[in-house]
């Protein structure tokens, strides 16, 4: 008994090290960057973050290999759950106007090893997208020369049978990769002029491609004789939608710029919903047009749209088109590229990460070894990977960080602390004040009084119903019913996928699946419902908690399931390196860990119990702000 005493406190202080939370500043508003960008500008940066990658990498892939002409009810379905998606990273933007990500996010609720596997699958997120947006750029590039730039590369190199590598080595991708990094290590001064020249050109090109194609629109094209609406059926559909998702992953660059808005409480959720819609009309727009111009399974996934035209004799609109593609790939080339050392940054800042990576150049203020490495690392993917292996790999680590997003509203809305609170200097006593106006004068009994609960406390309307749930301490039924919740998604998810093949079950046991499932399901919903949440009037909240995160859990996760097992492979191999980098060397240098104190010994028992395990935390003075406002103010 007494050797056991100290070994179980010491996996209690080893799992509260693993679900610290990043303390910053209680006032979130207050910052070193120039709060200039407006509604229009935030919008204007989400449509360019998406406009690009849906267009013009994706149709061709997804119409081709995946759904046919029902490429449309695919990108219908992505639209969906990303705009669940975006509802949460609204709020999340709206209630912590700093600049930050689903790294930061996780970090402030959910505690710093989800952050770090979060962080770590982002950083993937930007190498790969920008290795997507490389190998797409030379593909319309070649298309414009009529392809000799390939012919030329394979009548001296030669073609390649080697799994997920590319048939030929693409030397035009790769160069201009490397050519994209020297122009953001520069910081050079016409990097914000280009994008918005590329972002105006590509605009225009896509409306040319709406009228264009409506003009040369044949309806046969979509008849039995060629293959149908939907050639691969359902499971088509789903699997098209779970590729085109990663179309719309651009919006969250507006939560990475929402400390430099005027008014991010209010231009951060307007700026997410319209350009959102704006880019999913477009997309389904442009995908009905492209199957009525040419049969689905003509199309030249690497050059789709340009291509179109092509066949169609229509040779200066598809010139039009390609030079409109290499516009919208260098804006999103450039995005990728000038975020992703900034979020290595922000990481290595953070401790989580090689310090090394925090180096800035003393005359640019650019994180150069940053740019040097992953840049570099880029241009070697760009030069031997094949590009519809990187899409589904992107798409992936996409819906994975989305979920993770939803799953941390569902924390926060119940945490008996707000948000404002959980980012700095914690107080029981103003915090129930501030939520309890009626009964601000008990604010030092409202933690024991049943007519005023706190977040993660039963609702006294059904005290009388749910007696069993009221002796719990606050949030830990609702800590139960989260994880419920994420479980029987995932069971529910994978009977629907696989249940009457992979699984082998026999009907009646298929049936008992779905049933048992969607029943947990629903209870822990109901679960979540009866416990009080944080309502706030002076800012943006994700309509309909628990269910709307919870839609859009079992909505990602039924489109993760969609994808190869060999995308899955690839993904788990590179968190368990992650793994081995967080165990090995961000653990111990996190500077949570460095402002730690030594008496702290509360578990994770509860949502209730961590924040209280913090408080001594953020009473010290935190200065990772201001290295994370160095990370993205440049």
Known sequence: MARGLPSTASLARFWQKLNRLKTLKESTTETSLQRHLTTLDLTLLGVGGMVGSGLYVLTGTVAKEMAGPALLMSFCVATLASLLAALCHTEFGARVPRAGSAYLF????????????????????????????????????????SHRIRSFTVAHVGIWQVPFLAQYPDFLASGITLLASALISCRCRIYSWLNHIFLAVSLLVILFIIILGFVLARPHNWSTEEGGFAPFGFSGVMAGAATCFYAF?????????????????????????????????????????????????????????????????????????????????????????????????????????????????????????????????????????????????????????????ATSIIVLRFQKTPPSSSLGPVSPGPVAEGYEDSSGHRRLEDTEQPSAPEPGQLRPALRPFLGFMSGCRPGVAVAWALCVLVVSAIILDCGLIFGDSALHLPPWGHTLLLLLSSVLFLLSLLVL?????????????????????????LLNVFLMLQLSYLTWLRLSVWLLIGLVVYFGYGIRHSKENQQELPGLTATQGSLEETVQALQPLNQAPAQEPSQMEQATSL
């Open 249 to 405: 992953v651009g919006f969250d660059i507006i939560a990475v710029s929402c400390e430099e808005a005027q008014n991010p409480k209010r231009a951060v959720p307007m700026a997410i919903t319209i350009s959102l819609g704006l880019v999913a009309g477009g997309y389904i727009l442009v995908s009905i047009v492209l199957t009525l111009i040419v049969p689905w399974h003509s199309l030249d996934p690497d050059s789709a749209l340009a291509d179109a035209f092509y066949q169609r004799g229509y040779n200066w609109a598809g010139l039009i088109v390609a030079a409109g593609s290499v516009c919208a790939m260098n804006t999103l080339l450039l995005n990728d590229l000038f975020y992703l050392p900034r979020m290595v940054h922000a990481m290595a800042a953070d401790g989580l990460f090689f310090q090394v990576f925090t180096y800035m150049h003393p005359q640019t203020q650019v994180p150069m070894v940053s740019i040097l490495v992953f840049g570099v690392l880029m241009a070697f993917l760009a030069l031997l990977l094949d590009l519809q292996a990187l899409v589904h790999f992107l798409s992936l680590g996409t819906l994975l960080d989305y979920t993770f997003v």
């Open 529 to 553: 419902g009866a416990h009080q949440q944080q309502h706030r009037e002076d800012t943006f909240q994700v309509p309909m908690v628990p269910l709307t995160p919870a839609l859009s859990i």
């Open 106 to 145: 996780t970090y402030v609720s959910m505690g710093e090893l989800w952050a770090f596997l979060i962080g770590w699958n982002v950083l993937l997120e930007y190498l790969v997208g920008g290795t997507v947006m490389a190998r797409a750029w030379s593909g319309y590039l070649d298309a414009i020369f």
